[in-house]
């Protein structure tokens, strides 16, 4: 069985397996994965950078967490964020800084006279599902580049927004670092091993905190993974928890962090029964994301410095340059 486990565990899977290889059959065995061929050189820590962010989303504990992130990295928190509802007479305190909220309808003209005051600003959005679209034209039209951690939305109309405007903008379904580094080990065994799971079955649990609106966009794109290695997966039967009982029972996700937490469980069997394979991620809090996300908004910032010719960038793209702190 191979298990990646982070220091939160996921109890046995609550689905009930078509069979398992104890008993009779022996013990499961742990397999340890061989490292792949170097996928980069080492690459020295990328200097400490300081230039403004800006946090939209600030009043959920995403945006706030990120926020948080960027004060502790050294870059210069924009005093200004947006929420989904107008008519707020708000403020958020992050560190010594306090974040003004503003509603949707004072967007255009806020970033505008932000980007008058901060014009190397990168965005940094953490909003809501149904924002996301809205809030990419905003910053494509004014040119502001972005970072885009909000899922959910209609994400061919994302890309093609970016690429219509020529603006710079990082998107990504999942800005964890190692969770990062394992969607990119398992897209190069999709494409270096394609069918190599023919055949096999594929069971899937993923759960979340219950604010979580969407379906996890790591579970779709380890999914697609698994497909190029050959296995046919219906989402609709992806079992998705969001109910806080059945997360501390039968998911074993620990109380203080049933507001904010992702596991995932993919598990295959082969069409005999008789080999199986459990990948697992699970993650308690925010702070990697939060992180994730600050180490993008760097990336983002020199691409756009150096005027590089591509545009659109992934968090594989800032895997892969060595830019994780």
């Known amino acids: 069985m191979l298990s990646l486990r982070p220091p939160c565990t996921l109890s046995p899977a609550p689905w009930p397996r078509r069979r398992t290889l104890h008993g009779a059959a022996g013990t499961p065995q742990r397999v340890s994965a061989a490292a792949p061929s170097a996928i980069v050189e080492a690459v020295s820590p990328p200097a400490r950078l300081s230039f403004p962010i800006l946090v939209n989303g600030c009043t959920g504990k995403m945006g706030l967490s990120v926020a948080e992130a960027a004060t502790s990295s050294g870059l210069h928190l924009v005093p200004i964020s947006f929420s989904s509802r107008d008519m707020l007479d708000r403020t958020v305190r992050v560190g010594h800084t306090d974040v003004r909220i503003y509603g949707p309808s004072a967007r255009e003209d806020v970033l505008s006279s932000v980007i008058d005051e901060f014009p190397d600003v990168v965005v940094v959005d953490y909003t809501a599902p149904d924002s996301v679209n809205a809030n990419a034209e905003l910053y494509c039209k004014l040119g502001l580049p972005f970072v885009m951690g909000t899922t959910g939305g209609d994400r061919q109309l994302l890309y093609k927004s970016v690429q219509d405007s020529n603006n710079y903008a990082l998107i990504s379904p999942q800005m964890g670092k190692q969770v990062v580094a394992f969607l990119a080990a398992m897209e190069i065994m999709a494409e270096q091993f394609p069918g190599a799971f023919s055949g096999y079955h594929l069971e899937v649990l993923e759960s979340h905190q219950a604010g979580k609106l969407d379906i996890s966009g790591t579970a779709k794109a380890v999914i697609a993974c698994f497909e190029k290695l050959g296995v046919s ?14 997360q501390l029972e039968m998911v074993g996700v620990p109380e203080e962090h049933i507001e904010g937490h992702a596991f995932h469980l993919y598990h295959l069997t082969s069409p005999d029964d008789s080999v199986s394979f459990e990948f697992q991620h699970n993650v308690c809090g925010r702070s990697i994301y939060a992180e994730g996300s600050v180490d993008a908004a760097m990336f983002l910032h020199r691409k756009v410095r150096s005027n590089d010719s ?3 960038y992934d968090m594989i793209d800032v895997l892969r340059e060595g830019s994780m702190r």
């Open 233 to 246: 997966y219906d989402m609709n039967r992806m079992v998705k928890i969001r109910d806080p009982e059945q």
């Open 310 to 312: 591509k545009r659109i």
